[in-house]
Structures are given as structure tokens and as C-alpha cells.
């Protein structure tokens, strides 16, 4: 049991020793990367013929030049002061390979999110798609988890969620300390389960449900890589049902008391 609870507490510590950008690395190829940059200084160049030649003919059309001379009006003369990969999906099948990278570009006046996702067969590589979007701040910043600025539903999800979470602990150790509990262990885990999901997306407001969702715990606080929290909450079924099969046990019984004899 105690090494088991050194490798657990070794596992958090590694968790949160990790920055997001240490994480992306380990899951960003190296080749990927360098291609995307590539692609991204090519355009810097004005050089468009180099990026149509690499092009899937899919998307290329005549007025390709021009959507490529748009893109680089977006790019600062400056020198960018930092760049990072935000972003990295990796899709392998037995035929081809797909690889969409996500970097952003911090310069002095703006903030640039670069995507470029390319196609691999055998040798050959090919680019699928190449955007660049304009950002007012760092994904860092703009997705980070903050009590400002957000509505009343916003507050309302993250109050239930606080609620249903520490509705199910509550109970979680009300179980424990309770005598008698038939298949106790049972109970406890299942004490934790919530149903019924519904989640706002912390940066946009956006809800989400799921009917038939079911989870443990009973509520979460979730994102991904350089992207947004989702705050959700789930009805703690568990619990209340825990509480309800207690009180049907507390319940006295009412008896019909045995008639007296009276002596005439």
C-alpha cells in the first residue's frame, strides 16, 4: 500500500510539474514541426509558388497567389519574439498519414495562430490546409480558468457542480461511517456517480448536455492542451439514492399494540 501511494503521489507531482509546453513537446513530431515553421517562413518570403507546388491539387485553384497574399499581409515586418506548437493531431492509417500542428506566433504588435496540416504517403508530402488567424492575446492567456467577466449561467453551472461534488463526498463519508451498510464497497464507489451532464465552455459560454451521460465524479473542471475549461456538472444519482435507501431504514414501524383482556 505505501508504494502505492509514493507511485500516486510521484504520478501528481509529474502532473503538475509539467508546464503545458513541456506536454506538447512530447507529444508534437519533431518533422511536423519543422515542416509547419517551414511552410510559415515561406509565406513570410512572399515565396507562394514554393507553397502552391506543395500543395494537394484539391485545393488549389488560379486564385490561390491571392489567398496566399492575404495571409501574408496578416505577418508582421518584425521579427517574431516567440513561437510555440498550441496544437498537434496525428492521424495513421495503413495507406497515408495526416498531421495538422498549431503554433502561435507571438510579434511586438499582434499575436498570429498558424495552421498547417499536411498529408504523408510513402515519401511524398503533401500540404491539406494552411490558415493563419489573428489573436488578441496568448491561447495561455485567453483560455486560462477566471472568476471575472463571465455570466450567470456561467456561475450558476460552476455553483452546481461545487454543490453536486461536495454532496457526493459528504455522503461518500457519511457511507463510511455508517455501521451496517450491506456490500459497503459497492456503495462507496457508486456514490460517486453522477448522470445527466450538462457543461459550459468557460471561455465562450457555450452549454453542452448529455442525456445518458454517465460519470465519475459528479462534476469536472477540464481542458486540453492550450484550450479552454469545461466546467460540468452531473446529477449525484449515487448519493441521493444512498441518503433515500438510509432513510427508508430509519423509519420506525408502526405496531398495532396486542388487545388487553379487561375482567368484567
Excluded at 509558388?49 to 489567398?67: F, K, M, N, W, Y
Excluded at 519574439?81 to 498519414?97: I, L, M, W
Excluded at 491561447?139 to 461534488?165: C, H, P
Amino acid at each position: 500500500m505505501r508504494s502505492k501511494f509514493l507511485v500516486g503521489i510521484a504520478f501528481c507531482a509529474f502532473l503538475f510539474g509539467c508546464d503545458q509546453a513541456t506536454l506538447m513537446k512530447k507529444i508534437t513530431p519533431p518533422d511536423d514541426e519543422l515542416s509547419a515553421r517551414k511552410y510559415f517562413d515561406q509565406l513570410r518570403q512572399k515565396e507562394f509558388d514554393q507553397i502552391a507546388s506543395e500543395l494537394v491539387p484539391s485545393v488549389t485553384d488560379p486564385g490561390i497567389r491571392d489567398e496566399l497574399a492575404q495571409m501574408a499581409s496578416l505577418i508582421p515586418a518584425d521579427a517574431p519574439v516567440s513561437v510555440k506548437v498550441v496544437g498537434a493531431h496525428v492521424f495513421h492509417n495503413p495507406e497515408y498519414s495526416t498531421t495538422s500542428i498549431t503554433l502561435e506566433y507571438q510579434f511586438p504588435s499582434k499575436w498570429l495562430l498558424v495552421d498547417v496540416t499536411t498529408q504523408k504517403k510513402g515519401k511524398a508530402s503533401t500540404v491539406l490546409g494552411f490558415h493563419i488567424t489573428p489573436q488578441l492575446d496568448s491561447l495561455e492567456n485567453l483560455n486560462r480558468f477566471t472568476l471575472v467577466g463571465k455570466n450567470a449561467i456561467q456561475y450558476l453551472i460552476l455553483s452546481l457542480a461545487v454543490g453536486s461534488l461536495a454532496c457526493s463526498f459528504y455522503v461518500l463519508i457519511l457511507c463510511i461511517r455508517t455501521k451496517g451498510v450491506n456490500r459497503k464497497w459497492l456503495w462507496m464507489l457508486f456514490i460517486l456517480v453522477g448522470v445527466e451532464k450538462v457543461a459550459v465552455n468557460w471561455r465562450t459560454g457555450q452549454l453542452t448536455f448529455g442525456i445518458l451521460a454517465i460519470n465519475i465524479p459528479s462534476a469536472t473542471a477540464s481542458h486540453a492542451l492550450y484550450g479552454p475549461w469545461t466546467v460540468a456538472v452531473f446529477l449525484p444519482l449515487g448519493a441521493i439514492l444512498f441518503l433515500k435507501s438510509q432513510r427508508k431504514m430509519k423509519i420506525p414501524v408502526e405496531t398495532i399494540p396486542p388487545p388487553v383482556d379487561r375482567a368484567e
